[in-house]
């Protein structure tokens, strides 16, 4: 599949916290992560403990929700970002390539002990009111 409209990367590039849904047992939780984005792999790296609600909420159900947004109350600026998609733990080579880009952008998390993790999309759809009230943007699929 191929990546999002350029738009899409520009507006989760200038960004830095995503918010996290994930569910388990019928039961939402949402939760704030700083991420990195990794253009040619199309994902999200974030850390986070192991024992956080919403790693062990995604160890029993990787399917999650994610959103970004651009705080603003004017409507002609309004641009956010709704996804869906996995949340899994990274191995082998994207280890090393998420962690290389995590560090990039948080240098102070060498000092920390945590857990990275992925979110790789399988539909964005943001709203860019810039191009046009209620305009949006789709990549992907829900299905």
């Given at each position: 599949?191929?990546?999002?409209?350029?738009?899409?990367?520009?507006?989760?590039?200038?960004?830095?916290?995503?918010?996290?849904?994930?569910?388990?047992?019928?039961?939402?939780?949402?939760?704030?992560?700083?991420?990195?984005?990794?253009?040619?792999?199309?994902?999200?790296?974030?850390?986070?403990?192991?024992?956080?609600?919403?790693?062990?909420?995604?160890?029993?159900?990787?399917?999650?929700?994610?959103?970004?947004?651009?705080?603003?109350?004017?409507?002609?600026?309004?641009?956010?970002?709704?996804l869906t998609g996995k949340m899994y733990r990274p191995d082998n080579e994207l280890q090393k390539l998420a962690k290389k880009a995590y560090l990039k952008a948080f240098p102070y998390a060498a000092l920390m002990k945590t857990t990275?993790?992925?979110?790789?999309?399988?539909?964005?759809?943001?709203?860019?009111?810039?191009?046009?009230?209620?305009?949006?943007?789709?990549?992907?699929?829900?299905?």
């Open positions: 599949m191929e990546n999002p409209d350029k738009r899409i990367i520009d507006f989760i590039n200038e960004h830095h916290v995503l918010t996290l849904a994930t569910s388990k047992n019928n039961k939402a939780y949402c939760a704030n992560c700083f991420y990195a984005y990794i253009p040619d792999e199309n994902c999200f790296v974030f850390t986070s403990d192991l024992e956080t609600k919403h790693a062990q909420d995604a160890m029993e159900n990787s399917y999650v929700a994610a959103s970004i947004v651009l705080e603003t109350k004017t409507v002609g600026k309004i641009q956010g970002i709704q990275l993790w992925i979110l790789k999309p399988n539909f964005i759809k943001m709203t860019h009111n810039t191009l046009g009230f209620g305009k949006k943007l789709i990549w992907g699929s829900l299905d």
